[in-house]
């Protein structure tokens, strides 16, 4: 007990002040033991997120808190999801080493396996490009890309081997992602699919998750130097920041609507939310001890993350 | 759930006697983020070169989250019980563990693996 409040205290003191009467959160308690890894919402509101232990899919709907779950057959282990431009969840389904489509009237699951040859990729994170093609990564070393159209699917073989993690679309169409193991980005040639690989200033930084603002420069998480910094394309620049803490642990990066940029910082089991302007951080740190937030995402006026370590989506709501 | 017990672990369970070739393809779930090359140290999880038998939270040279530094000071010793419980479900094992993956939920998953790691290399004599 004496333990915890010291870690409390060390918190608060290390912290930035907890923001802000303009944010309101709620938490919504999801079925227990499903570890929510990856969370997406849609236009319509509906939540969508990876059961990653259970092998599911799950749906909340916010209004009534209500949660359905989708099961995605056997030895699923289902890590990402996102909105596809047909307004339904596709999820980067580790377990079975496919690409799965969920059709969110219907409940039907269709799936498109990885090529048997590339064995176990260990998928992470997908994207639809403005051509309607998903890109997706896996982590023992592949990207790819999928055309749900034609069913073509081709997979290439990371630069510098196992690493590639998040990946996000820029407002323009062009598709980047991070690696982890590898320490810096890629653009990817969205006609070749040859990858550019893009070095971020700080040494092995563990680059793990990517999002891009409304001007199309491009934020990383820092995993390993628990810094949050940008490339701005046009310029090739770079700028760095160091999240508050002694020893932070950048894990996911999102940009919302204002151009805020919200990361997960584990060392305080917080959400932090970034102001380029004013280069201000604030901290949410979660009441639940290990809350281990994976990913982030939202919507217009939303920022929804799953708490992986408490089973629980969490929303901040701008007012 | 492991066991304290005059400050050393109390084990039990899981023997060896699978498959370690079997274990490898298991491993590439573990791959992304470990590596058992002695010196290869860039993944961004611990390498398990030798981790059977390691206290917990000691190989030097890494970041170690803070529950898994405190379970090794508590005397938790990475025998083939406790990698089998672990595996089974990290978070739930080692709430505060920073390891993704959700968990190995075949034990024979569990022992080839773990088979797999005893035999990448030996075991340091004495965990600093």
Known sequence: ????????????????????????????????????????????????????????????????????????????????????????????????????????????????????????VNLNTATFDKRGRIWFTGQNGIYGRLDP????????????GRGPYGIATTPDGDVYYASLAGSHIVRVDLD????????????????????????????????????????????????????????PRAYAVYVDDRDKVWLSEWSANAMVRFDPETEKFEAFPSDRRGANVRQ??????EVWAPESGADRLVVYRMK | MW????????????TAGGDPARGERVFQRCFACHSVVAGEDKPPGPNLRG???????TRLGFRFSPALIEAGARGLVWTRAALDAYLADPERFLPGTEMAMPGLSLAVDRRDVIDYLEKSGPTPRRTP
Not at chain 1, 149 to 160: E, I, L, T, Y
Not at chain 1, 296 to 301: A, H, K, V
Request: glycine fraction near 14%; include cysteine.
């Open chain 1, 1 to 120: 007990m004496r333990r915890s409040l010291l870690v409390l205290l060390i918190t608060l003191l290390v912290l930035p002040p907890v923001a802000s009467a303009e944010v309101a959160v709620q938490a919504y308690p999801l079925p227990p033991g499903g570890g929510p890894h990856d969370v997406a919402v849609g236009a319509d509101g509906i939540v969508w997120y990876t059961a990653q232990r259970a092998g599911q899919l799950g749906r909340l709907d916010p209004a009534s808190g209500k949660v359905d779950l989708i099961p995605l057959g056997p030895a699923a282990a289902p890590h990402g999801v996102v909105i596809g431009p047909d307004g339904a969840p596709w999820v980067t389904e580790g377990g079975t080493n496919s690409i799965v489509r969920v059709d969110p009237r219907t409940r039907e699951v269709k799936r498109w396996p990885l090529p048997e040859a590339r064995g176990y």
């Open chain 2, 51 to 57: 981790v059977v038998g390691r206290r917990a939270g």
């Open chain 1, 149 to 160: 159209a034609s069913g073509a699917m081709q997979v290439w073989d990371a630069p510098r």
């Open chain 1, 296 to 301: 982030i995402l939202g919507r217009p006026g």
């Open chain 2, 3 to 14: 066991l304290l017990a005059g400050g050393a672990v109390t084990v039990w369970c899981s």
């Open chain 1, 192 to 247: 070749t699919g040859a990858a550019i690989v893009i070095e971020p200033p700080t040494k092995g930084q563990g680059a793990r998750r990517v999002w891009s603002d409304s001007r199309g420069r491009i934020w990383v998480s820092e995993w390993n130097s628990g810094n949050v910094s940008r490339y701005d394309p046009k310029t090739k620049e770079w700028k760095t920041w160091k999240l508050p803490g002694d020893s």
